[in-house]
C-alpha cells in the first residue's frame, strides 16, 4: 500500500540545521509531488514547499526562502527536508505528503507521513 | 498567497447533529478546495477534494459545496468519532494556504 514513513524526532539547537526524511513506497514515485507541511504546538498548518521527484524542482514558502532545501534520491524514493538556521519558533511537527503530479494544475495531499517532531532547545 | 478564512473557530454538537463549516478564499480559486480532518499529533486525513467530491473510502455523511470564494463543509450527522480539527486549504496556486481550522467537540 501507499506509505511516506518519516524519520524519528530530532532535537537541534538553534542557529543549527536539521534534515528530515519522507521514505515512499507502493506508487511511482515521479507520479507525484512531495510537499512539506509543519504544525507548531497549538497551531494550523503552514506550507513549506514542493518537490517534484522526476526533475527535482522545487517551489518554497516566501517565509522559508532561503533557509529550506528540499531534495530527493530517486534510487531511495525518498525526499529530505532540510531546515538550516534554526530558531526556537522552528518547534514544530513536520510532515510530508504527496501530491499528484502533472502539468498545468496542483492537486490535494492525498497521503500524508507521519509526522517528525523538530524541538529547537539550547 | 491567497488567504482562507475558516469559520466557526470551534463547535460543539450533538451526536446526530448537522453540521457545517465555511471557508471563504481571498480570491476566486474555481473549485481548488479540499477538506482535512486532525485527530491530535496526528497527520491530516483528505475528505472532500475539488470542493465536492469524496475522498477515497470517506463516509457519506460528508459533503462539501461551493466555488469560485465560497465553500461549506457539512457532517450530515454528527458522530462521536467526528471529534477533530477541520482545515480547508487551497491547490488553486502556489503557495498552499490553509483555513485556521475548526475544532469540533462533542456537546
Known amino acids: 500500500q501507499v506509505q511516506l514513513v518519516q524519520s524519528g524526532a530530532e532535537v537541534s539547537q538553534p542557529g543549527a540545521s536539521v534534515k528530515v526524511s519522507c521514505r515512499t513506497s507502493?506508487?511511482?514515485?515521479?507520479?507525484?509531488?512531495i510537499h512539506w507541511v509543519r504544525q507548531a504546538p497549538g497551531q494550523g498548518l503552514e506550507w513549506m514547499g514542493r518537490?517534484?521527484?522526476?526533475?527535482?524542482?522545487?517551489n518554497y514558502a516566501q517565509t522559508f526562502q532561503g533557509r529550506v532545501t528540499v531534495t530527493r534520491d530517486t534510487s531511495l524514493t525518498t525526499v529530505y527536508m532540510e531546515l538550516s538556521r534554526l530558531m526556537s519558533d522552528d518547534t514544530a511537527l513536520y510532515f510530508c505528503?504527496?501530491?499528484?503530479?502533472?502539468?498545468?494544475?496542483?492537486?490535494?495531499?492525498?497521503?500524508w507521513g507521519q509526522g517528525t517532531t523538530v524541538t529547537v532547545s539550547s | 498567497d491567497i488567504q482562507m478564512t475558516q469559520s466557526p473557530s470551534s463547535l460543539s454538537a450533538s451526536v446526530g447533529d448537522r453540521v457545517t463549516i465555511t471557508c471563504q478564499a481571498s480570491?476566486?480559486?474555481?473549485?481548488?478546495l479540499n477538506w482535512y480532518r486532525q485527530e491530535p499529533g496526528k497527520a491530516p486525513k483528505l475528505l472532500i477534494y475539488d470542493a465536492s467530491h469524496l475522498a477515497t473510502g470517506v463516509s457519506s455523511r460528508f459533503g462539501g459545496s461551493g466555488s469560485g470564494s465560497d465553500f461549506s463543509f457539512t457532517i450530515s450527522s454528527l458522530q462521536p468519532g467526528d471529534i477533530g480539527t477541520y482545515y480547508c486549504?487551497?491547490?488553486?496556486?502556489?503557495?498552499?494556504?490553509f483555513g485556521l481550522g475548526t475544532k469540533l467537540e462533542i456537546k
Open positions: 486549504q487551497q491547490n488553486h496556486n502556489l503557495p498552499y494556504t
Open positions: 507502493g506508487y511511482a514515485f515521479t507520479g507525484y509531488s
Open positions: 505528503a504527496r501530491a499528484l503530479l502533472l502539468p498545468g494544475y496542483y492537486y490535494p495531499l492525498d497521503v
Open positions: 480570491q476566486d480559486i474555481s473549485n481548488s
Open positions: 518537490i517534484s521527484p522526476n526533475t527535482g524542482a522545487t
